[in-house]
């Protein structure tokens, strides 16, 4: 599964994820047909989803929730999801933000030095230097209030962390321009709900 293959990749680039994986608890299974409703101060969502969890993704002690939608194509489709997250808000309320990303997993949830973070992977055509297909990977967290931020300058130069696409996995670096890193931060942008 490209999540693994990525992870493993990953593992060895910041070699700081290895440390603690973020305690994530699985929701019940529910087939993609059934709904889920989650009631907020904002109203009432629905949402069809395979795979679900909660965890603490703003380390503020209360349990967010997270839901997987496959977007159930083919080809490199059939790894694409919507990720549904609702996350305490610090006044009694839950924050909804969607992303979308490839191959999302349990582990792409990691805790380093004590503040939990998402890994996300994307596919990307083209960039600058490079007329390739690649993947991006990036790290997201939540602040106290339920807003998703792009956390990669915790991490310094390792991320966004770009690798060109192969059938076979072959993880290797690529320089970024400047015009780069802005298409990554336009097109991987978190819509809160």
């Given amino acids: 599964m490209l999540s693994f293959e990525a992870n493993a990749?990953?593992?060895?680039?910041?070699p700081e994820f290895k440390a603690a994986a973020a305690n994530v608890e699985a929701l019940p299974k529910v087939p993609v047909s059934n709904y889920v409703c989650t009631a907020t101060e904002g109203g009432e969502f629905r949402w069809?989803?395979?795979?679900?969890?909660?965890?603490?993704l703003n380390d503020d002690g209360t349990k967010d929730q997270v839901f997987i939608i496959p977007w159930m194509g083919n080809g490199l489709s059939?790894?694409?999801?919507?990720?549904?997250?609702?996350?305490?808000?610090?006044a009694k309320g839950r924050k909804k933000t969607v992303i979308e990303g490839y191959g999302v997993s349990k582990s792409d949830f990691v805790k380093v030095k004590g503040k939990t973070y998402f890994r996300h992977s994307e596919f990307f055509e083209h960039f600058e230097k490079s007329e390739h297909n690649h993947w991006v990977y990036q790290l997201f967290s939540f602040d106290k209030?339920?807003?998703?931020k792009c956390s990669n300058a915790d991490f310094g130069e390792k991320f966004p962390?770009?690798?060109?696409?192969?059938?076979k996995p072959k993880f290797r670096q690529i320089e970024l321009t400047a015009?780069?890193?802005?298409?990554?931060a336009a097109e991987t942008k978190?819509?809160?709900k």
């Fill in 48 to 56: 069809e989803y395979s795979e679900g969890y909660a965890i603490d």
């Fill in 9 to 14: 990749w990953m593992d060895q680039w910041a």
């Fill in 161 to 167: 962390a770009v690798t060109i696409y192969y059938i």
């Fill in 145 to 148: 209030n339920g807003v998703m």
């Fill in 179 to 184: 015009g780069d890193l802005k298409k990554i």
């Fill in 190 to 192: 978190p819509v809160a």
């Fill in 78 to 90: 059939a790894s694409g999801y919507d990720v549904h997250f609702m996350v305490s808000d610090g």
